[in-house]
């Protein structure tokens, strides 16, 4: 059984995209949809939440919600909270499993997960893809000693890293992100069906459990045309001789 505002969600999405609430049009107000749905004023927020981080309504404040006159460009990628909007049914993915072999470690790659250069490493590549057009492609590095637990069926969902920690008795607990922005290579270009003017955002996250050992390593190729990047940091304060300084 879906929660009673992902339900209220698709079906408000089902309108706007049929048309039932044309573009530039006020929504009905919430007591009215709270009444239709029956749901509580809560459900109901969340549900037009939804609706505006995917970009269909904008709300005015003291007016209302309004369906934009176009979808917002992009979709939002949250770094810090991925497996929630996934498993919460925002973030909407379809997963397929490239490749799954045994390379040899790199001299960068051994470095980042503390083996040995030219040691076997799994080798994980995934295309995510969303609303029926691709969106990343993903590459996960690991020893083959903690991806022994991987089968075809966690290496292809979305929420993999949710998976392997219930599988394993392992919590992640830090993750160190490189942000870079390139042009796509020829297999980029073929995968993410884009041409070869689209830049591509990188990400590669390095991340640890909670005794400090290097798990994984985690690559991301981002369609720079299709996706917008977002996280939280949050800011710690530590006393100096100039005072508490946040960074």
Same mark, same amino acid.
């Given at each position: ?11 408000? $999405? #089902? +309108? ?6 044309? +573009? ?97 490493? +799994?080798?994980?590549? +995934?295309? *995510?893809? #969303? ?19 991987? *089968? *075809? ?14 599988? $394993? ?15 796509? $290579? ?33 690559? $991301? ?25 946040? #960074?």
């Amino acid at each position: 059984m879906i929660p009673f505002y992902q339900h209220v969600y698709q079906t408000l $999405t #089902e +309108r706007i995209n049929g048309g039932v609430y044309a +573009r530039g049009t006020m929504l009905p107000s919430e007591a009215q949809l709270r009444k239709e749905f029956g749901v509580s004023l809560i459900t109901m927020r969340r549900a037009l939440h939804e609706l505006a981080l995917d970009g269909l309504v904008a709300s005015r404040q003291g007016i209302g919600n309004f369906v934009r006159e176009r979808p917002r460009d992009g979709v939002i990628i949250g770094l810090s909270n991925f497996t929630s909007s996934v498993a919460s049914g925002r973030l909407r993915l379809v997963r397929t499993l490239l490749a799954d072999e045994l390379i040899p470690a790199s001299a960068l790659l051994a470095e980042k997960l503390s083996v040995q250069a030219g040691s076997k490493l +799994r080798h994980l590549v +995934r295309l *995510d893809s #969303e609303g029926g057009a691709p969106l990343s492609v993903d590459e996960v590095f690991m020893p083959p000693a903690r991806a022994r637990v991987i *089968d *075809d069926a966690m290496a292809a969902s979305p929420l993999f890293a949710h998976l392997w920690q219930q599988k $394993t008795h392992t919590q992640l607990v830090r993750t160190y992100y490189e942000i870079t922005v390139n042009m796509p $290579t020829m297999e980029e270009q073929k995968q993410l069906q884009i041409n070869s003017k689209v830049p591509v955002l990188v990400t590669s996250e390095t991340i640890m459990d909670s005794t400090e050992k290097t798990i994984m390593n985690v690559v $991301t190729h981002y369609r720079g045309d299709r996706c917008r990047l977002s996280g939280i940091v949050l800011l710690a304060q530590k006393k100096t001789k100039q005072g508490i300084v946040g #960074e």
